[in-house]
């Protein structure tokens, strides 16, 4: 094992369009943290896709948590489950899981408002 990891990192140039405000407001921060307003459009960009990762891995975990909870009732009964009834679950959870996530969130969002 090194010490020593290095990392290439390549950057590449790319012409953005942004409104008038939106170009002040990036300027305006860049100077706020001491950065170039190329640094700040990255950040803020990197900082957007994690956040939409975080929400994909939330709503596939909203997902299984469904599936779990519609899906083990009947056999802990002693029941089983019929292989169409199953299909209609899973094709119920795949529609409705990003739906109850945001309900999810929504909720957690009012409760911390309190």
């Known amino acids: 094992m090194s010490l020593l990891e290095i ?3 390549r950057h590449i140039s790319a012409p953005v369009r ?8 990036v300027d305006h921060y860049a100077v706020f943290i001491p950065a170039s307003a ?11 896709f994690s956040q939409d990762l975080q929400m994909h891995m939330f709503t596939g975990r909203v997902g299984i948590q ?5 899906t083990l ?13 199953l299909t209609i679950l899973f094709r119920q959870v795949q529609t409705t899981k990003a739906a109850k996530a945001q309900e999810l969130l929504a909720k957690r ?3 911390k408002e309190r």
Do not use: C, F, H, K
């Not at 190329?38 to 957007?48: E, G, H, I, R």
């Not at 009732?73 to 009834?85: K, M």
């Open 7 to 9: 990392n290439q990192i």
């Open 73 to 85: 009732e009947p056999p802990l009964r002693g029941d089983a489950i019929a292989p169409d009834q």
């Open 109 to 111: 969002r009012q409760n």
């Open 18 to 25: 942004l409104d008038e405000s939106t170009a002040a407001e």
């Open 38 to 48: 190329d640094d700040v459009v990255d950040t803020a960009l990197n900082y957007v």
């Open 66 to 70: 469904m599936l779990l909870m519609n």
